[in-house]
């Protein structure tokens, strides 16, 4: 049989991962495989890697002076535009160290305690616990399932969100942990709820960038007038495997929001450093080759799991993601659907996934049937991830 030709996502080097410091393999035993946090197994681009070096070299680590604009906010506002054909306005980015810190900041500046605060269910664990941490109220927006696959509903939206006492909706596009990537159809309802009822949105686009053909991100911003009330947050560190680098960007559209976060003490949000924004740099400017064989990469991968899925002797009502390098598994039918399936596998088969009930925590959504796989990994290891999980529950 032919096979594809080596490349640097063919395998992985399972050693350097169980010693170093992530805790996606370090922190499990060494006869366990690890498939949930959402890290990848490959490493990070050649120029990501050379501009770390570059800098550790100069030991340039005193305080950071920028000739003109942050170079991240120029790269940023550069690949929105053309990677998604959206113009961010200028002087509206601010540099965050990650997406849960963006999301806190909006949190406390923009709902008081007791309000409600939509999202869709099921949803980033993360995400909910700091909510709930707030002292505001989750207000679920559970995401449905029929036979075409994961669908966002907005009949009844409108009502739900002025009866709840939402005053601020975050809208998770791609969608952690379906896979699901909005359309513009689909985005229209959740913008003119916003407009309507005057909430603030917070659009967590950190996935965009791994999106599979033919569907295609949509920032909510670009939708009608969304723009004026969305705060757009990003970050390189999923397509690109930054993660513990901790850098991402904030878009503030709304004008209360951006006025009140200027008169914020200087020094109140921190400020990433020099080796995670030159890394951010690299990502957006000059890794979009290595983002298109990784692209390729968890193509494979998701045939392979579309397969395995279809292969079972129970049905996994499996609908392959369009975006994201996670897969949502329903194991309510086969023989460990009585709840956390994912310690099951652990034990079973030493295969760590994230338990779906961590995603509804703090909601009455039942997700405990399920688990998120991460498919980030080399095509081998994830075959044996896969026959691991098939071979312990026969």
């Known amino acids: ?227 004026a009330r969305t705060v757009t947050a990003t970050s390189a560190t999923k397509a690109f495997n930054l993660a513990g680098l901790r850098c991402a960007v904030a878009h503030i559209g709304p004008d209360r929001l951006h006025d009140a976060l200027n008169k914020a003490p200087l020094d109140f949000f921190g400020t990433p450093s020099i080796l995670s924004r030159v890394a951010t740099v690299a990502a957006w400017r000059r890794s979009d080759a290595w983002l298109a064989d990784l692209s390729d990469t968890l193509v494979r991968n998701q045939r392979l799991i579309e397969e395995w899925a279809a292969a079972l002797p129970w049905d996994l009502r499996y609908h392959s993601p369009e975006g994201t390098y996670l897969s949502w598994l329903d194991f309510s039918r086969s023989p460990i659907g009585g709840g956390s399936p994912a310690g099951h596998l652990e034990r079973l088969a030493r295969v760590k996934l994230s338990e779906g009930a961590e995603f509804s925590q703090h909601t009455e959504v039942d997700t405990a049937a399920f688990a998120r796989l991460n498919f980030a990994t080399s095509p081998a290891n994830l075959a044996e991830i896969l026959d691991r999980v098939a071979t312990a529950l026969k």
């Open 1 to 227: 049989m032919n096979r594809p030709p080596a490349g640097p996502f063919e395998t992985i080097d399972v050693e350097r991962l169980r010693s170093g410091y992530g805790v996606k393999w370090g922190s499990l035993p060494p006869d366990t495989v690890g498939a949930w946090v959402a890290d990848m197994d490959f490493g990070i681009p050649p120029a990501v890697q050379e501009s770390i070096l570059r800098t550790t070299r100069h030991a340039d680590f005193g305080y950071p002076y920028w000739r003109g604009e942050d170079p991240v906010v120029e790269a940023f506002e550069e690949r929105m535009l053309a990677r998604h054909g959206w113009r961010p306005r200028r002087e509206r980015t601010r540099v965050f160290s990650d997406l849960l810190q963006i999301l806190q900041v909006v949190i406390e500046y923009a709902t008081e305690p007791g309000d409600g605060v939509a999202i869709h269910v099921p949803a980033y664990p993360p995400f909910l616990a700091s909510i709930v941490r707030a002292g505001r109220r989750i207000v679920p927006l559970p995401v449905t399932r029929d036979e075409t696959g994961w669908q966002v509903p907005a009949d009844g939206l409108t009502e739900r969100l002025r009866a709840q006492r939402c005053r601020l909706l975050v809208v998770v596009n791609p969608h952690n942990p379906t896979g699901r990537v909005l359309t513009p159809a689909e985005l229209l309802p959740l913008a003119a709820a916003a407009e309507e009822l005057d909430l603030l949105v917070l659009a967590d686009e950190i996935h965009a960038d791994l999106v599979f053909a033919p569907h295609q991100h949509v920032p909510f911003a670009s939708i009608a007038t969304a723009d």
